[in-house]
C-alpha cells in the first residue's frame, strides 16, 4: 500500500501533538484527518474512507478504551494507540479492548512512522491473504478458519474472537507444525519485541485458549514449549 493511499485518522486532544502528527503525516505523502475527541472520532471513522486510526486514550469526553471497543463493532482496520500512559496494565487493556499496537509518548516521529510501515504491512498481507483462493479456508479437527470472511469457528460453531486472538491463531494455523518463538510471534503481531510485548502475548494467547480448547490444561491445539514458544498442532 503506498502512503499516497493510506489514509490516516488522528484522534487527539492536544492542539500541539495533534498538529505535529499531522504534519509529519502530511510530509510523508498520507492522507491525514484529525479528531479533537472521541465523538468527532467516531464520527469520522463513520463518514470517511480510513485505513489507520492513531488514537490517544485520555481523551475530554471518553476513555480511549471505550472508542476502541466501539470502533470493534464495526471495524476491523489498524489502532495505533499513541499515549501518555505507560503503565502495562494500561496497554494491556488497550490490546485486551482490540487495539493492534501502543506507543507511548514522548515519542520520536520516526517511530511513529515505523509503527505505521508495520500496519501497512498487516493490511498488505491480509489483502494479499484473502485474495488467495486456494488457502482461503484452513481445517485442522475440529477447527475452521475462513481467512475471506474473516470467521473461525469449532465444530461448526462460530467463536467469537478479538482482532489480536485472530491473528495470533492465523499466524500459527499458517506455521502449522512450526514452533514459532516468542520474538517471532511479537514481531509479527506488534512489529516488536519488548518484554511487555511478550507479557501481552501470554494474556492474549491464555484468553485465546480458553475460546479453542476444551481443556487449556491438555491443549489439543496450541502446545506451549515453555521459555520458547509456541506451536499449532496438527490433527
Excluded at 190 to 197: A, F, V
Aim: net charge negative.
Amino acid at each position: 500500500m503506498a502512503n499516497r493511499k493510506c489514509n490516516i485518522l488522528v484522534i487527539e486532544d492536544d492542539p500541539q501533538i495533534r498538529k505535529l502528527m499531522a504534519t509529519s503525516l502530511t510530509a510523508e505523502g498520507y492522507g491525514v484527518e484529525t479528531a479533537y475527541n472521541g465523538t468527532h472520532g467516531l464520527q469520522s471513522l463513520r463518514q470517511n474512507h480510513v485505513d489507520i486510526c492513531l488514537l490517544d486514550l485520555g481523551l475530554p469526553d471518553m476513555d480511549g478504551v471505550s472508542i476502541i471497543t466501539k470502533v470493534r463493532s464495526f471495524s476491523n482496520l489498524p489502532i495505533i494507540v499513541v499515549s501518555a500512559r505507560s503503565e502495562d496494565s494500561d496497554k494491556i487493556g488497550a490490546l485486551d479492548a482490540g487495539a493492534d499496537d501502543y506507543l507511548t509518548k514522548p515519542f520520536s516521529v520516526e517511530e511513529l512512522m515505523a509503527r505505521i510501515r508495520v500496519a501497512q504491512r498487516r493490511i498488505a498481507a491480509q489483502l494479499q491473504s484473502d485474495g488467495n483462493e486456494e488457502n482461503a479456508v484452513f481445517h485442522n479437527g475440529d477447527l475452521t478458519i475462513d481467512y475471506v470472511s474473516g470467521c473461525v469457528y469449532l465444530a461448526g460453531k462460530e467463536l467469537q474472537l478479538t482482532p489480536i486472538e485472530y491473528r495470533l491463531l492465523c499466524l500459527l494455523a499458517r506455521n502449522e507444525g512450526r514452533v514459532l518463538t516468542h520474538t517471532y510471534i511479537t514481531d509479527h503481531i506488534w512489529g516488536n519485541s519488548l518484554d511487555s510485548d511478550v507479557a501481552s502475548l501470554r494474556v492474549f494467547m491464555a484468553s485465546l485458549r480458553k475460546k479453542i480448547e476444551k481443556d487449556t490444561s491438555h491443549p489439543r491445539y496450541i502446545q506451549t514449549h515453555v521459555g520458547i514458544g509456541y506451536r499449532m498442532i496438527k490433527q
